[in-house]
Structure formats: C-alpha cells, structure tokens
C-alpha cells in the first residue's frame, strides 16, 4: 500500500509517520511537506533512513505537481494533516490560511479523484484531519458532538470548516471515500513554541514573560499527540466511510491553571525557588474574537472503534516538559532564523 501523509515534518504529522513507519513495514510511507516554518525533519530523524519512508518536499498549492504526483504514485489512501494551524497567525495572515487550508485540500481531493480507481470496492480512503474549532465557542455547559452545526469564528477555523465542507462535497458528489476527525488541542513533543504549551515550557526556561491572553479564564480540551495519533490510525483503517469522528481529551482546563501547573512542575525541575515561574505570568491584551471554551463529546469514536485517551495529562505533561528540556538544540533552532522572522507578537506585554 502507498500512503500519502501531508504535512508529516509538522507536529501532529511527525508523530503519526513515525507511527505508521514502524508499525505497517507493508506500507510505503510518502510525506509530502512545504517545510513552512512549523515543518522541521528533525522531527522524523528516528525514520528517515526506513527503506518503507520516502520525504517529498513540495507544495500543496501547486496544483500542477500535485496532480503529477498523484498520476505518478497511484496513492492508495491519503491523510491530510498540512496546513497552516495557529490562530494567532490566521489573525494576522488570513489569506495564507485560505490558500493553504482550502486549495491546498482541493487540490489533494481533485487529484486523488483523478487517480481513482475502477475498482470501486476497495477502500481508498482521504483522510481529512481537522480541528474542533469548526464548531465555534462554547459557554459554560455542554460539548461538540458530529452533529453540532458549524460556527468558525477565526479565519484559522474557518478555513478548516471550508475545507471539512469540500471534502464531505467531493464524497457525496463524486463518492470518493473520505473520513474527517475533528479533535481537541494537542501537546506534546514536536510542537511549534507558538502554540500555549511549548510557548510557556519555552519562557519559563528562558525566564521570559509568560503571555496570557484577557483573564486566562479560556477553556481548552487538552489531548497528548499520541493518543491523536492512535485514533488518526484508527480511523483510516477501520472509520466508516463519509463519516466524522470527533477525538478529544476529556481534558478540560482554564488556561491559567494549566499555566501554573506547569510553573510548579519546571521550578521542580529546573531546582528553582517555588512560586519563581508564576512571577513570569503577565496578562495582555486578549486576542481578538477569542474562543471561550472547547469540549469534545467523543462517545462516538469509543463505542464504534474503541478508542479513548489513555495518557494522563499529569503524565503527559510531564513528557513533554521532559522532552523540551533533554531537546535544548531543537528549540533554539526552531526560535532563530525563519522563526524570528515569522514570529511577530501583536499583542502587548
Ligand atoms: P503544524 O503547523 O505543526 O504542521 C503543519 C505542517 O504542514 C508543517 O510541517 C508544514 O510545513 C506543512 N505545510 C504547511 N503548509 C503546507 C503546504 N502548503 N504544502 C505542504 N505542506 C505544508 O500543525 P499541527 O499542529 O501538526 O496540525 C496538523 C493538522 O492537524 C492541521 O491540519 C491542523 O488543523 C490539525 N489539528 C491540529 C490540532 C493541534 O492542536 N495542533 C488540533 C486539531 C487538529
Ligand atoms: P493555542 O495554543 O494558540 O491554541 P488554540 O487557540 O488553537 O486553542 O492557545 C491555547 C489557549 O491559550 C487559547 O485560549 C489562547 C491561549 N494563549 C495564551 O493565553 N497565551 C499565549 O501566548 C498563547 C499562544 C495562547
């Protein structure tokens, strides 16, 4: 089997095509990634020399290379995880999200329809791995269940939304046989230091003002990239076809405790006087149209394809505190160069 993985340099990606690597020897793994400033092969050192791993940079905007590619390879299924995937950015940057994020997708979807076989029983299927931002913002109770009606309020999440619409459209229109999970925030090793988690390790280790946005009173639904990566792997084999799936945590927690949390855990390990890392916490500027809360309802993935998370937040947290300080190399280089350039804070300390 050849399995095209896009954006597999990335955070998400990295974990699930090293996964896929090691566990299915069978399958010719292709990972096709921009290298944009997220994408770093560092990420996939332990796999590169895999003979049943083959990386190919390229760009899923250009159109003509990605229908060569395809005619060329014949891929027997696809997970889509490239994208540009942080909202600050899409604040700034919308139209990079929008051409990525909706015609890059639609290029993947127009291309792998052209390079359908006839064989109509055989799955073949376009994984779609999207966000549960597409269902907007919510209030103090309830969870994002399949059924709840789209409501995107970023351009970051609109253009997912856009793009989780194309791909359900090309499988009623021209039955190509898709699934679409929609999961919670992930941490874990491998993530951008733009992202809250790896932000926060990243300043406190350099003793720098941690930034947290209005109150800190936002609620996110917190999953460790493995577990993502088990259900993404779940789903591509054995999800039901035109299906969504939505994946989370059952991990809620306002920002500013999961802040301090992680102050008390790195004083720890840094042998630092308690209480030194929560006079780092500094409050700005909220970000603008700033989501509430997110909470998944992942009953559905549990009782058809029995998966749940199994990795604790304390124990997760721990990993990833641990792996950010024993990969000192990797984050300073992933914060020079390119990340300078690109990592412009709009928001005041
Ligand atoms: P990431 O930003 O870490 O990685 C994205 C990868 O895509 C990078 O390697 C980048 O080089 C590549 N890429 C970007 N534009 C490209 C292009 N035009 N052509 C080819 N490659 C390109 O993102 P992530 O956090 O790993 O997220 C992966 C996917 O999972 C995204 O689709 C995102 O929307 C989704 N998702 C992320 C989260 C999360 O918490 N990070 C949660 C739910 C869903
Ligand atoms: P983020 O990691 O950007 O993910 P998302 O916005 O996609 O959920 O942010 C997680 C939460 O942390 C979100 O409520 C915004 C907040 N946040 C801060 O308070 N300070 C920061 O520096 C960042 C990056 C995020």
Known sequence: ????????????????????????????????????????????????????YKFIKGDICDREFIFNLFEVNKFDGVIHLAAESHVDRSIEHPMDFLTTNIFGTMNLLDAFRKSMSSDIDKRRIFHHVSTDEVYGSLGDEGKFLETTPYDPRSPYSASKASSDHLVSAYHHTYHIQVVITNCSNNYGPNQFPEKLIPLVINNIKNSKPIPVYGKGENIRDWLYVEDHSAALDLVFHKGRIGETYNIGGLNEWKNIELIKTLCIMMDKKLNRVPGYSEKLITYV????GHDMRYAIDCTKIK?????EPTVSFDKGLEMTVEWYLANSDWLNNVTSGNYQQYYKKQYEY
Do not use: C, Q
Request: no cysteine; hydrophobic share 40%.
């Open 303 to 307: 009782n058809d394809l029995g998966w």
């Open 1 to 52: 089997m050849k399995i095209l993985i896009t954006g597999g340099a990335g955070f998400i990606g990295s974990h699930v095509v090293r996964r896929f690597v090691k566990k299915y020897y069978d399958y010719m793994i292709f990972n096709l990634d921009k290298l944009t400033y997220a994408g770093n092969l560092e990420n996939l050192k332990e796999v590169e020399d895999a003979i049943n």
């Open 285 to 288: 500027t909220d970000r603008p």
